[in-house]
């Protein structure tokens, strides 16, 4: 039972990868801690992205308001986005719908169709019987 992964010899190494050996990391985990931090790094840089757009945008809106009105907003009537809330993204306008009308032909179909053929066959057999024409099958 060497071989299998019931053995407790392959047990007993793949949890100490998995949780280490008291005064190190598994391996396991420190992939897992390389992964999150990789993640980390990459969130935060959509998040530092997202604020600089944000900014610009209530940059050019406060621009427009002060043509408007002729004052200039001091940095505390200017609002700075919380930490602590959720930013959620709000699509303007109508978004894009899919058409799900259309034909729905088989690519058996379409080479018909650009065959110039029928893409279904006549229903019906020469002989006029239609479905189970001919001799019977079945056995008496």
Known sequence: MAKSLRSK?????????????GSTKGVYAN????RIDRLNLKLMNIKGKRRAEEEAVK?????????????IPTANESSQPDDD?????IVE?????VSTGGPRNSRREQWKAS??????????????????????KNRR
Do not use: Q
């Open 9 to 21: 010899s392959k047990r007993t190494f793949r949890a100490l990868k998995r949780t280490g050996d």
């Open 85 to 89: 809330v959720m930013e959620v993204e």
């Open 115 to 136: 065959k110039g053929m029928k893409k279904h066959a006549k229903s019906g057999t020469v002989f006029g019987g239609g479905r189970g024409g001919g001799r019977r």
């Open 59 to 71: 940059l050019e809106e406060e621009g427009e308001k002060e043509a408007e009105s002729g004052t």
């Open 93 to 97: 306008g109508n978004p894009k719908k």
């Open 31 to 34: 992939a897992e801690a390389a």
